[in-house]
């Protein structure tokens, strides 16, 4: 996949995926910075991978996602000491996931976690749905926050007249 970003974005529009030697799909746990990623893969241990600095601009992760990862340096890695062992060759966007989901590809561990998370993100947007059908008054909008970094005119101006009464 070398080319630049315009392969990287074609890799991640095609739904079909399949897995070269050495590859295998992975879970990821934590974000630890500096390009680097605590993953987990199908038979439950974690390792740390580091997300290729190519993927900064195009691509994003975050905990839960899942990612195709380079592990056929995993063993010389734990040997030698070294505490990096995987490498991300590519991010599953959700299309993708449910594509390989039906595929024996899919890690069995996996079946459980991805179908637990989206039962309870339905529930938590259907509680959000019934929340916002409630209140019609702000279509749908977060409600505002107070701006701490600045003082609030009304309340100034409202001393002022209140000391103006007490003065006559």
């Known amino acids: 996949m070398g080319g630049g970003r315009k392969n990287l974005k074609r890799a991640v529009e095609e739904e079909f995926l399949t897995l070269q030697k050495g590859q295998s799909i992975m879970q990821v746990v934590d974000l630890r910075g500096s390009n680097l990623?605590?993953?987990m893969?199908?038979?439950g241990e974690t390792s740390l991978a580091i997300f290729p600095a190519k993927f900064q601009k195009s691509m994003w992760?975050?905990?839960g996602s899942f990612v195709v990862v380079d592990?056929?340096?995993r063993a010389e890695a734990t040997e030698s000491g070294r505490k990096v062992g995987c490498v991300v060759t590519?991010?599953?966007y959700y299309d993708q996931?449910?594509?390989?989901?039906?595929?024996?590809?899919w890690p069995e561990i996996f079946?459980?976690?991805t179908v637990e998370s989206s039962k309870q993100d339905m529930q938590s947007h259907n509680s959000q749905m019934d929340e916002n059908e409630d209140s019609s008054d702000d279509d749908g909008l977060p409600p505002l926050e107070a701006n701490t970094n600045r003082l609030n005119p009304f309340q100034q101006e409202s001393e002022t007249e209140s000391d103006?009464?007490?003065d006559p």
Do not use: C, F, N, Y
Request: cysteine-free; charged content about 35%.
């Open 61 to 63: 992760i975050k905990r």
């Open 111 to 113: 079946k459980s976690t």
């Open 37 to 39: 990623i605590q993953v």
């Open 90 to 92: 590519q991010v599953l």
């Open 164 to 166: 103006s009464d007490t």
């Open 41 to 43: 893969d199908a038979k």
């Open 97 to 105: 996931v449910r594509v390989l989901q039906k595929s024996p590809e």
């Open 71 to 73: 592990e056929s340096g």
